[in-house]
């Protein structure tokens, strides 16, 4: 699945998208799940630490949006979502106590420029990815849900059920840690 990541997260498409299915326009939900299935999927994987269960954890988080019937706002659709996606994920790790061999987050490239700097991005992406491995569960979550799913402090602190201020410490932390691993490009070896 392919994640996009400059994708309009306007809340009121998503709240509009929402009411048209609750109105019966299967085609907007269609539409919901094109717009957060990869960027939840990418979540998921950071979570769960394997691809094909972040897969079928996105196909469930969709399936429980469809049984809710909650009337959700557009500013409370994506929150809504990343809960209860990871909510899931975090059921599914308790529920596995004994993890399988943990698999590599893949941070996904933009596909932009040539081939020099398709290179350039891979290198980068590699780097990141295994800097953000290297990260605390907390902290990666914090990261992601920020830098590529580009949630407000108070949506992450929602999402993960805490407080803003430990949102943005964990960030914070992250930050630090990442740029202690990932080496500056601009910098000579």
Do not use: C
């Not at 048209?20 to 960027?39: C, E, I, N, T, V």
């Not at 059921?91 to 698999?103: K, L």
């Not at 893949?106 to 040539?114: A, F, I, K, S, T």
């Amino acid at each position: 699945m392919e994640m996009t990541l400059d994708a309009d997260r306007e809340p009121t498409l998503d709240g509009a998208l929402w009411e048209r299915y609750r109105d019966g326009d299967a085609a907007a939900f269609s539409s919901l799940y094109d717009r957060y299935a990869g960027l939840l999927q990418f979540f998921l994987q950071s979570l769960t630490r394997d691809p094909g269960r972040a897969e079928d954890l996105t196909h469930e988080t969709f399936l429980r949006l469809l049984g809710s019937d909650r009337d959700l706002p557009g500013a409370a659709l994506r929150p809504y979502l990343f809960r209860i996606a990871r909510n899931l994920a975090l059921d599914g790790i308790r529920r596995d106590s004994a993890h399988e061999r943990v698999r590599p987050l893949v941070v996904p490239v933009r596909d932009e420029g040539g081939p020099d700097a398709a290179a350039r991005q891979a290198e980068s992406a590699r780097a990141i990815s295994e800097a953000l491995d290297r990260l605390p569960p907390e902290q990666r979550e914090a990261v992601i849900l920020r830098v590529y799913g580009e949630f407000a402090w108070s949506e992450i602190a929602e999402i993960v059920g805490t407080s803003m201020a430990t949102v943005a410490s964990r960030y914070r932390y992250a930050v630090q840690k990442l740029a202690e691993l990932v080496p500056d490009p601009e910098e000579p070896r």
